[in-house]
């Protein structure tokens, strides 16, 4: 059966994020297990997975002590529920872990299934606590050019990327996006970091002051942007938002779903970029990936207004039916407890710099824009030509073949536009990060040759 995989493939889903126009010319690449960190097709070929899957799988793909967490709880009660008071000891356990281990005060830990339902709960979270607060206008929530927050209505609302919006009427009424922090892209000519930060936090205080501050709810950032291709604010960005958003009582959520659990180098990406927020989504890294599971964290003023408001209402009307499923807790929580006994903070602390210091030695490429990052994070940005930073046409497809020629070199990198993404697990060695960049480097050059030779 395994011969015909691309074929039973194609003939039966409707694959996530693809252009299925193109797709059957393409086929998919079937893979069939993992090992550390890297992916086998089902030709049996090693790619070193330079994206942990999708930003993911921190720990790799073969942790066995995961694998018995899942097995140990699936044997002893592999459903229950938390509706109407239901529980069960490994959500209570989880749950506690994340407020212990929160650099924010955490009063409550609300359970979901993935990034996306955690930013959507964030949304009806804040809407709900102003309905209680006696303020049922201040509901506006503004996130920002480039974000990427989820796909259901509400969270790729938030995102702030076009193609999540075109054609799906989106995003929906309330929902504001302020600018990107990439001084690369956006800084005005000769304009210095700072004063790009200074003119950003201007912006989104001019645009609080437009729509009446008594209408703004909430601002939801990542720390560093992921999906809209690996963006670092410049240093004070942070502080300077924050400075607005207390002037005008706004709610501030960090989406941590990417950057929490030491992919920059600190438990959590607030903590590496200066950010003070109120709450936190959190997913993806939160079970290594090995579960579908993620976590919105409440502050107490919040919780005490979901009592108010579920008194009036008889009930705090939200929840999926695997919200905090007892599996998926379980591994989460033997997540974190690997996190900690391994140090893997100390770990990326470790080995980041040589990251960092490798992704940069393609500043120079002649088809590199920017190489940038923090932590276990980077991308580089394609342009077509260095000194006007223009880039390519999309029709041009450059990214497509750069991520082609690198799965031929064994290398599993992502196209974000222009932008081509690493964020390997959190376990890779000095080694082999330096394989890795030995593949990415032929890979680039590759798609040098095929660039000049379409020019
Ligand atoms: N937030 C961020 C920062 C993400 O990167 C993602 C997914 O990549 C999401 C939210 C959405 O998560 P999910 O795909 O689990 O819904």
């Given at each position: 059966m395994t011969d015909n995989y691309a074929a039973r493939d194609l003939a039966t889903i409707a694959h996530p994020y693809a252009n299925l126009a193109t797709l059957p010319d393409q086929g998919p690449v079937v893979m069939e297990r993992g090992d550390g960190v890297y992916v086998y097709d089902s030709a049996g070929k090693p790619y070193l997975e330079g994206m942990s899957g999708l930003w993911c799988a921190s720990l790799g793909f073969s942790n066995a002590e995961l694998v018995e967490a899942a097995r140990e709880q699936m044997?002893?009660?592999?459903?229950?529920?938390?509706?109407?008071?239901?529980?069960?000891?490994?959500a209570i356990a989880?749950?506690?872990?994340?407020?212990?281990?929160?650099?924010?005060?955490?009063?409550r830990v609300f359970f979901c299934n993935s990034g996306s339902e955690a930013n959507d709960t964030q949304i009806k979270l804040v809407w709900y606590m102003n309905n209680a607060l006696g303020r049922p206008n201040k509901k506006k929530i503004i996130s920002r050019q480039r974000a990427y927050h989820g796909v259901t209505i509400a969270s790729a609302s938030l995102t702030g990327l076009p193609g999540n919006h075109a054609d799906f009427d989106l995003p929906i009424a309330g929902i504001l996006h302020t600018a990107c922090p990439h001084h690369y892209r956006y800084a005005h000519e000769g304009e210095s970091e700072e004063d790009f930060a200074t003119r950003l936090a201007n912006?989104?205080?001019?645009?609080?002051?437009?729509?009446?501050?008594?209408?703004?709810?909430?601002?939801?950032?990542?720390?560093?942007?992921g999906a809209g291709g690996v963006i670092v604010p410049p240093a004070g960005y942070f502080e300077k938002i924050q400075a607005v958003l207390d002037r005008y009582d706004v709610y501030m959520i960090a989406d941590e779903v990417i950057c929490g659990f030491g992919r920059l180098g600190e438990m959590f990406g607030s903590q590496?970029?200066?950010?003070?927020?109120?709450?936190?989504?959190?997913a993806k890294a939160l079970?290594?990936?090995?579960?579908?599971?993620?976590?919105?964290?409440?502050?107490?003023?919040?919780?005490?207004?979901?009592?108010?408001?579920s008194r009036k209402n008889g009930a705090f009307y939200?929840?999926?039916?695997?919200?905090?499923?007892?599996?998926?807790?379980?591994?989460?929580?033997?997540?974190?407890?690997?996190?900690?006994?391994?140090?893997?903070?100390?770990?990326v602390r470790k080995v980041a710099p040589l990251f960092q210091q490798r992704l940069r030695e393609f500043s120079e490429h002649p088809l590199v824009g920017e190489a940038r990052g923090m932590g276990l994070m980077g991308a580089l940005e394609l342009v077509a030509d260095r000194k006007t930073k223009a880039a390519f046409p999309a029709q041009a497809g450059v990214g497509a073949m750069f991520t082609r020629y690198a799965a031929e070199e064994g290398l599993i990198a992502r196209s974000l536009g222009d932008s081509m993404a690493l964020c390997p697990p959190l376990i890779i060695t000095e080694s082999e990060i330096d394989l890795l960049f030995e593949r990415l480097a032929i890979a680039l050059d590759r798609t040098t040759v095929w660039v000049n030779s379409a020019r």
């Open positions: 044997a002893r009660l592999p459903f229950n529920h938390l509706f109407a008071g239901r529980s069960h000891d490994p989880l749950a506690e872990k994340l407020k212990d281990m929160a650099p924010i005060p955490v009063s912006e989104l205080e001019e645009m609080i002051l437009r729509e009446g501050p008594d209408t703004v709810a909430a601002f939801i950032a990542e720390p560093v942007m590496a970029l200066g950010m003070r927020p109120d709450s936190m989504s959190l079970s290594a990936a090995y579960m579908p599971i993620s976590a919105v964290l409440i502050p107490e003023r919040m919780y005490q207004a979901m009592v108010d408001e939200h929840g999926f039916t695997y919200s905090g499923h007892p599996v998926a807790a379980a591994v989460a929580l033997k997540t974190i407890e690997i996190y900690e006994r391994d140090d893997i903070v100390g770990h």
